[in-house]
């Protein structure tokens, strides 16, 4: 696995699975030694346009989503939505640059090139 880079004085690194009801991807970040952040939530009624595509914790910052925009991580940002009493954005995310930072665990929850029968 290897780090994000160094984001407040946190080196950073990604997990990288599943959520188990719908197959959507969880992408969370950590540190070396503790969880940092879940960077996805799962929101299973709301549609995506493609397996891409993850809607962000509202946990997150806006200083760490331009962290990760800088790092190649986020590509894009579909839209925000109203989700309960939650706002969440809905971002393309770069399945290369999981693939780079943590292959093993992106291999694992990911093991074919038919990625819509595996997340979806």
Do not use: C, H, W
Request: aromatic share 16%; no cysteine; charged share 30%.
């Amino acid at each position: 696995m290897k780090p994000i880079g160094v984001f407040n004085n946190e080196e950073l690194y990604l997990r990288i699975s599943k959520y188990r009801n719908n197959n959507r991807i969880y992408i969370g970040i950590e540190t070396k030694e503790e969880p940092y952040a879940d960077l996805t939530i799962n929101l299973p009624d709301m549609m995506i346009p493609s397996r891409e595509y993850v809607f962000v914790s509202g946990d997150i910052s806006e200083e760490l989503k331009d962290f990760l925009r800088e790092k190649g991580l986020i590509l894009d940002t579909f839209g925000t939505y109203q989700y309960n009493y939650g706002r969440y954005d809905m971002v393309e995310i770069s399945f290369e640059k999981l693939k780079e930072l943590n292959p093993k665990e992106f291999k694992e929850n990911f093991r074919s090139r038919s990625y819509d029968l595996e997340l979806f």
